[in-house]
């Protein structure tokens, strides 16, 4: 489902005398259907950015990254504006919403963008917020006055609220209590076990080793003496 | 052909093609070069600092002035017609039915001393509805989307707050089903709390009409938030264009560079 081949990515800061900082290069690893694969790396080796270029807001110097048949290295804005509605979903660590919209029109937006009727998309947002144990009073309220675990869940709330046949995560558990982790791992579960394509990062390595089938160490593709 | 009768545009066909826009002041640049494709449903932000051609560019767009040399090609219902070398009432015919234009300053774009309801009501009258009951009901209906209460309905625009005022005047441009808004600064000079509500109306309204729309603006969070992808101007040129996030998070050109490294974070 997702299948990168020789990635390679740097960054130019025009700014600070035009600075070329490489930060990766080869990357290659698939991500089958039903499987999930967790990136590991030391911080700062680059698991973020494979993610990002994955998702498509960071531009990818050269290689291919295809999700289903998009190649989101080459392909146009609308299309990867397609693939973000239908296909691959994103939950990174921050929410990032319109201010004074409620929590609960958050998580069904993402079903309201692919055309679900209304009541229905609420009501997929009603269990998903009741699982992972936001109370319904804040419901009605902005996320953006929430704690941060409580973000935190309204972001994986909304990015499961449509079966994504690709899912990124990045550190999905962070931030969590036990419970609240349980039931986001089990919520992982079931994504695979409906066939969606995981490639996560996940510092808490006991969430690790249960959900992911392999792991891919990204300082294989870190640029030597960069 | 009235707005309300129309065939669905084709996704995979442009609603709007811009081929080598210019515009100049004598000899100063206006917007040199410009092209890009517009498809049905998509949000376009163009930003960049004032001076930066953005306004004139879409002046251009949207006809209120004639570019130097360049093709503005908008899908009608006709199939594509360049909008430059049409008629004036061809052009003017557009401007009311298939297109809108949010003014920065909702008083460019309202008739200050006619009622709310007769604000709205005037473009519907501009496309050919005659019936009174109708009409009211329609504007009736469109106030309470953009959260007019019914009971201002016969207030005029000058008793109305900024926000209010930019709310009418978006419902008195989306009355008629237009498939292309134009947007110059549409939340500029409203505090933030009545931006961020705007912001949220304007997104409800692009997915359930399927609007395509081209916002100009200096806020990046705004664009961040509402426009797809992101055009960045500077000095009349387009420096860097793509998904909006790709150029937020990820820019290319030397300026957007700055211009993404000047916001201050909050």
């Not at chain 1, 998702?55 to 397609?82: C, F, K, M, T």
């Not at chain 2, 820019?251 to 957007?256: D, G, I, K, R, V």
Request: net charge neutral; glycine share 10%; proline share 4%.
């Amino acid at each position: 489902m997702i299948e990168i081949r020789n990635l390679s990515k740097s960054f130019t800061l025009h700014n600070q005398g035009s600075a070329v900082i490489p930060v990766m290069a080869g990357a290659a690893l698939t991500v089958a259907s039903g499987e999930c694969v967790g990136l590991i790396g030391n911080s700062g080796a680059g698991k973020s950015t494979l993610m990002r270029m994955v998702w498509g807001n960071y531009l990818a110097a050269s290689g291919s990254i295809r999700v289903g048949e998009v190649d989101v290295a080459s392909a146009e804005p609308r299309q990867i504006i397609r693939l973000r509605r239908d296909t691959l979903g994103y939950v990174s660590q921050f929410l990032r919403v319109v201010p004074r919209v409620p929590t609960l029109d958050v998580v069904a937006e993402p079903l309201l963008n692919l055309g679900v009727q209304a009541d229905q998309a609420r009501n997929r947002a009603a269990a998903l917020l009741s699982r992972l144990n936001i109370p319904e009073r804040l419901w009605s309220l902005s996320p953006t006055t929430f704690s941060g675990g409580e973000q935190q869940r309204v972001n994986i709330a909304r990015g499961f609220a449509h079966a994504y046949p690709a899912l990124l995560l990045d550190e999905p558990t962070a931030s969590l209590d036990a419970a609240n982790r349980e039931v986001v791992l089990t919520l992982i579960e079931e994504a695979k076990a409906r066939g969606a394509a995981i490639l996560g990062i996940f510092h808490d390595e006991v969430a690790r080793d249960r959900v992911c089938d392999r792991v891919v160490d990204v300082r294989a593709y870190t640029p030597k003496a960069a | 052909m009235t707005a309300f009768d129309r065939k669905l545009p084709s996704p995979d066909r442009p609603l709007f093609q811009v081929q080598g826009l210019s515009k100049y002041y004598g000899s100063r640049i206006g917007c040199a070069d410009v092209s890009f494709d517009l498809y049905p449903g998509e949000v376009l932000g163009i930003v960049g600092e004032s001076g930066s051609g953005k306004s004139t560019l879409l002046s251009c767009l949207a006809g209120h002035m004639a570019p130097d040399t360049g093709r503005v090609i908008f899908d009608t219902a006709e199939g594509p017609r360049d909008t430059v070398t049409m008629g004036e009432a061809e052009r003017r015919r557009l401007a009311r039915t298939d297109w809108a234009y949010v003014h920065q300053n909702p008083r460019d774009g309202l008739r200050m001393g006619v009622s709310a309801g007769g604000n709205v009501g005037e473009r519907l009258m501009a496309v050919g509805a005659r019936h009174y009951g109708n009409i009211r009901d329609k504007a009736n209906d469109w106030l309470g989307r953009v959260e007019i209460a019914a009971d201002r309905i016969d207030d005029r625009p000058r008793a109305f707050s900024g926000g209010m005022q930019q709310r009418l005047q978006i419902a008195r441009n989306l009355v008629t089903g237009p498939r292309l808004v134009f947007m110059d600064e549409p939340t500029g000079g409203l505090d933030v709390s009545v931006q961020a509500r705007l912001l949220d109306l304007l997104r409800g309204l692009v997915r359930e009409m399927g609007l395509s729309a081209i916002i100009v603006t200096h806020d990046l969070a705004v664009v961040r938030l509402l426009a797809d992808r992101l055009m960045v101007m500077k000095g009349g040129h387009v420096v860097e264009q793509g998904l909006t996030d790709q150029v937020l998070d990820d820019p290319q050109h030397a300026y957007t560079q700055l211009l993404v490294s000047s916001v201050l974070q909050v």
